[in-house]
């Protein structure tokens, strides 16, 4: 096991460190290993080394980034936010019900 990697003793899932996480991305992204084979370097389930990719595959701009120079440009940014919006909303409404839920116990 890694130094970064934290796992809780006994029976259940893993958790990892989000510094673990994108330590993960980095190695698929700069190895150009399959998600499988990163996986298996790892100790990971290839699902979970995907959903990773996803999350913190790509950079987010800084804030004081420029605007895109062409409406095509814009429209295309305007697409990734929305899809960034749409999956951090998802994200946070099952963070609600699991906290309502875990409330109720």
Do not use: C
Not at 40 to 66: C, I, M
């Amino acid at each position: 096991m890694r130094p970064e990697q934290i796992k809780p003793e006994g029976p259940g899932r893993g958790k990892y460190t989000e510094e673990f996480k994108r330590s993960v991305v980095d190695h698929l992204l700069s190895s150009g290993k399959s998600a499988k084979q990163v996986a298996q370097d790892f100790g990971l389930n290839h699902w979970t080394v995907r959903e990773w990719r996803s999350r913190y595959g790509s950079v987010a701009k800084p804030p004081d980034a420029p605007m895109p120079a062409t409406p095509e440009a814009m429209k295309q940014e305007i697409a990734q936010l929305r899809k960034e919006l749409a999956r951090v909303t998802l994200q946070r409404d099952i963070l609600k019900k699991t906290m309502g839920i875990l409330s109720e116990a």
